[in-house]
């Protein structure tokens, strides 16, 4: 989905957006350009553009968190290095070709054996449970982000409320006739963001648990509340087991 947007980013006036999907049988002897993944049986997804392309100044820094080539308030810098994170996790390799004004090709090469991956974790670590219809009230501006993190908390059988705003998420807990036990938060939203909902919450519904998710730097109100001792965050982009703990954290009887 970010390289799909990205994509379309890069073609305002309309373009060519492909995906392909082939296999790579990969040996030493054939493939020597370091750019190529190692020996063995890989599966391709390539995605591709006719759009502007990308400088040859800013390929080394692409899958950098918070490097953008897009105009202020226009990408976070968090998109790409996601789709970096999920590809190693997953125990593939990324690699992009591109040239200015004459498009850009990702190419994603997943092992085509699943039991060919080094596990990077522990699986006896990662916390399985049951959310037991919990209900979480969900705030987040990006509907990328809202959408995968509620998709988490449902597989872990939780109901999940969702707000775009804080001022959206205040309008929940006066109206909602269910009882809220955790609410999720970005940090920086528009007309209302996390600070001030966190100050709303604590005047209001003092007992009420909460864990920001954040993916910009913060300054200011926003980074002296990250700061404090009780408050749970993460810092985007997160693991699914770096946000298991945290539930588990808040709710240690599932």
Same mark, same amino acid.
């Given at each position: 989905m970010n390289l799909a947007v990205n994509a379309r980013d890069a073609m305002p006036d309309g373009g060519t957006l492909r995906f392909e999907l082939d296999y790579l049988h990969n040996r030493a002897e054939e493939h020597p350009v370091s750019s190529? @993944? @190692?020996?063995?049986?890989?599966i391709r997804l390539s995605i591709s553009d006719t759009g502007a392309g990308i400088s040859q100044k800013d390929i080394p820094h692409i899958f950098e968190p918070f490097f953008t080539t897009k105009d202020v308030g226009k990408g976070t810098g968090l998109g790409l290095a !996601? $789709?970096?994170?999920?590809?190693?996790? &997953?125990g593939g390799y990324i690699d992009v070709t591109s040239q200015a004004q004459h498009g850009t090709t990702f190419h994603i090469y997943l092992p085509q054996k699943v039991d060919t991956v080094?596990? /990077? $974790?522990?699986?006896? /670590?990662t916390p399985i449970f049951d959310g037991k219809r919990k209900v $979480?009230?969900?705030?987040?501006d990006d509907a990328a982000t809202r959408s995968a993190v509620q998709a988490m908390l449902e597989a872990g059988n939780f109901s999940v409320l969702t +707000? %775009?705003?804080?001022?959206? +998420? /205040?309008? =929940?807990?006066?109206?909602? &006739? &269910? /009882?809220?036990?955790?609410?999720? *938060?970005?940090? $920086?939203? @528009? !007309?209302?963001?996390?600070?001030?909902?966190?100050?709303?919450?604590? !005047? &209001?519904? @003092?007992?009420?648990?909460?864990? %920001? =998710? *954040?993916g910009h730097p913060l300054e200011g109100k926003s980074h002296d509340l990250l700061a404090r001792n009780d408050i749970a965050w993460l810092q985007k982009p997160f693991s699914v087991q770096e946000f298991q703990e945290i539930l588990r954290e808040k709710f240690p009887e599932i």
């Open positions: 190529y @993944p @190692p020996p063995g049986s890989w !996601q $789709v970096y994170g999920i590809v190693k996790q &997953h080094k596990k /990077t $974790v522990d699986e006896t /670590t $979480v009230l969900l705030v987040e +707000a %775009f705003n804080g001022i959206d +998420a /205040t309008k =929940i807990l006066e109206e909602s &006739h &269910h /009882t809220i036990e955790l609410i999720i *938060s970005d940090v $920086v939203m @528009p !007309q209302m963001g996390g600070v001030e909902l966190s100050e709303y919450i604590e !005047q &209001h519904y @003092p007992n009420m648990q909460m864990v %920001f =998710i *954040s």
